[in-house]
């Protein structure tokens, strides 16, 4: 049987590291994938075959709590079931950087009929084994306010790559935080004009701390751009909230919608605020 909590100790790569010289915050949903994987196949034959048959994620919600820099030590993760439903399962983790928990992160998943081509509901088999692997002690994360928009903020063109894809042929879950990350830095790019700067200053200095993106269907390899639209949707002193919706600028058929709280080392100025209130949402 799963025990209660399961320990993946995951090893970090010199490549996930960002612009700061810390871990990206995109990879560490690599790194929660990874020991959703270990838990999933360290059970019975019956949670194995739970990844053959498919399995989708349909939700993350993700809390950074302090940066983490490149060692060769791992991360310990610690991961838990946090609740099971009908046809729906909720994954917890702590992720360890030595004593200190450096991330807190909830994964909502459902299996997939790959041959049927549509979700389904969990087996009584399935149902059992994640019941017995359920633990209430920790505190739940509570969702970031969804956003509703038609128009307005920073629209990036989204080119699929082919090794994007994972083993069901879809775009891989973890992919679409590089994707918001991708039109979030364009977004910040252009409202605080990094680019016309010849060097970074401590105004560039943005670290996502909350993160929730919602799955709504998987978005397949294809020649014709997808777009991410952000918008701005609060400015702090120091912080700013935004939303983006992945969509198919051809259809208006929405893919993920996700919801961003970043901060910042210094202050806005009078002119980023203004900037960044041309991007709010209409």
């Known amino acids: 049987m799963v025990p209660v909590v399961h320990r993946y100790v995951c090893p970090m790569r010199w490549g996930d590291m960002d612009a700061q010289a810390h871990v ?83 994964t909502t998943g459902a299996p997939y009929d790959l041959a049927g081509g549509g979700l389904r509901r969990l087996t009584t088999a399935e149902r059992t084994i994640f019941a017995a692997g359920r633990e209430d002690s920790h505190q739940p994360l509570p969702d970031l306010p969804k956003q509703a928009w038609s128009a307005g903020g920073h629209d990036y063109p989204l080119q699929i790559r082919w090794s994007d894809l994972d083993s069901y042929g879809h775009a891989n879950n973890v992919k679409y935080y590089d ?18 700067r010849d060097s970074p200053s401590a105004d560039d200095v943005w670290v996502v701390v909350r993160q929730d993106l919602d799955y709504r269907r998987p978005l397949d390899f294809r020649v014709a751009p997808y777009r991410v639209n952000t918008v701005v949707t609060a400015i702090g002193n120091r912080s700013i909230r935004l939303a983006a919706s992945i969509d198919d600028p051809a259809t208006g058929a929405v893919y993920a919608q996700a919801r961003t709280i970043l901060v910042g080392q210094q202050p806005l100025t009078d002119d980023q605020r203004a900037a960044l209130s041309r991007l709010a949402p209409r």
């Open 179 to 196: 994707y918001i990350q991708e039109a979030r830095v364009a977004l910040m790019a252009q409202a605080l004009r990094w680019l016309e």
């Open 24 to 106: 990206n915050n995109a990879a560490f949903v690599d790194y929660l994938q990874e020991a959703r994987v270990d838990y999933l196949l360290s059970g019975p034959p019956t949670m194995h075959q739970l990844l053959d048959t498919g399995v989708l994620v349909v939700q993350h919600q993700i809390e950074y709590l302090r940066p983490v820099r490149f060692h060769d030590r791992g991360l310990a993760i610690d991961l838990w079931v946090d609740s099971v439903g009908g046809s729906r399962f909720q994954i917890g983790y702590e992720v360890r950087d030595g004593d200190e928990v450096a991330i807190r992160a909830r």
